[in-house]
């Protein structure tokens, strides 16, 4: 059985820093792209941040120079350090793996920024 879980999130002040956590079981885990979405009510799912099997990385550009994604095979985890939060990034967080045939999506992890 496939299972991703997100942990990490919670309430935090502008400015703040949130370490997100995605550890996936049921998967070749170092066979997969992961990535991290977001989604804030009313507004589509978007992407946040991807790494590949091989750790290059992209992100959208509301995460650049903010947000670092990275991943730990050892430990079938995946990571999004997001720092000098705001509240436009108010929103569930979820991760996803990308395997050759098939997307694995978690259930997510609510983030909210707030003073």
């Known amino acids: 059985q496939v299972q991703l879980v997100e942990s990490g999130g919670g309430l935090v002040q502008p400015g703040g820093s949130l370490r997100l956590s995605c550890a996936a079981s049921?998967?070749?885990?170092?066979?997969?792209?992961m990535g991290w979405y977001r989604q804030a009510p009313g507004k589509q799912r978007e992407l946040v941040a991807r790494?590949?099997?091989?750790?290059?990385?992209n992100y959208a550009d509301s995460a650049k120079g903010r947000f670092t994604i990275s991943r730990d095979n050892a430990k079938k985890t995946v990571y999004l350090q997001m720092n000098s939060l705001k509240p436009e990034d108010t929103a569930v967080y979820y991760c996803?793996?990308?395997?050759?045939?098939?997307?694995?999506w978690g259930q997510g992890t609510q983030v909210t920024v707030s003073s």
């Open positions: 049921g998967i070749i885990f170092s066979s997969a792209a």
């Open positions: 790494i590949t099997r091989v750790s290059s990385t």
């Open positions: 996803k793996a990308d395997l050759v045939d098939t997307v694995y």
